[in-house]
């Protein structure tokens, strides 16, 4: 069983630069792959970026390449979300999310357990 809560999000101005964490209670963390996932109501949570358990390897979708960073501190059971050069369409709820598996998967339906999530608000 792995716990997971979220901080950092906020509101922030269009170019700004906010950092998401993802804390973890429970056995053996540095044992999952971890996502970020992000949501607009009234539509679907799709993933941002991902990250497999050593760290080594890393996912991005297209449209934050360049300007988000996901990367983990298996010692502190936290994995981070580096957000820069923020853009309006970035406005949503962050998730993280993490899947019994050394390799990060890219659909949600893989992931077991789920943070809260944090709004992230950013203002043109």
């Known amino acids: 069983q792995v716990r997971l809560v979220e901080s950092g999000g906020g509101p922030v101005q269009a170019g700004g630069s906010l950092r998401l964490s993802c804390s973890a209670s429970g056995r053996a963390f540095g044992a999952y792959a971890v996502g970020w996932f992000r949501q607009v109501p009234g539509e679907e949570r799709l993933i941002v970026a991902s990250?497999?358990?050593?760290?080594?390897?890393?996912y991005y979708v297209d449209s934050v390449k360049g300007r988000f960073t996901v990367s983990r501190d298996n010692d502190e059971n936290t994995v981070y979300l580096q957000m820069t050069t923020l853009k309006p369409e970035d406005t949503a709820v962050y998730y993280c999310?993490?899947?019994?598996?050394?390799?990060?998967?890219?659909?949600?339906?893989?992931?077991?357990?789920w943070g809260q999530g944090t709004q992230v608000t950013v203002s043109s």
């Open positions: 999310a993490a899947a019994e598996s050394g390799q990060a998967p890219r659909l949600q339906k893989f992931y077991a357990y």
């Open positions: 990250i497999d358990w050593t760290g080594g390897q890393t």
